[in-house]
């Protein structure tokens, strides 16, 4: 299945409090299950004004759903092509 990155550009978001991004991930949490298995989050990366997500899901166009279902702003979506760490230089 593959995997893709989303830039989310949310002013300010660093700044949020623990119990403000709990209710953000419960949100999407929420999304996820009426969308079904077929999307998953794996992880995401808080900065000062943007959020990086990842997910496995089955296309770009389902990835867009959960962020139209959620209100969540989707900037910009990659799929991932290669996944790269300092044992590939080995």
């Not at 000062?48 to 990842?54: E, F, H, Q, W």
């Not at 166009?61 to 290669?82: D, L, W």
Request: glycine share 6%; aromatic share 6%; hydrophobic share 35%.
């Amino acid at each position: 299945m593959p995997k893709f990155v989303i830039e989310r550009e949310i002013p300010g978001v660093g700044k949020l409090s623990p119990q403000q991004l709990q209710a953000i991930s419960q949100k999407s949490c929420g999304v996820l299950r009426e969308l079904g298995p077929q999307i998953q989050w794996l992880q995401s990366y808080v900065t000062d004004d943007k959020i990086y997500c990842v997910y496995i899901a089955p296309d770009e166009a389902t990835v867009r759903k959960h962020a139209e279902q959620g209100g969540f702003p989707a900037n910009s979506i990659a799929q991932v092509r290669s996944v790269i760490d300092p044992t590939t230089a080995d």
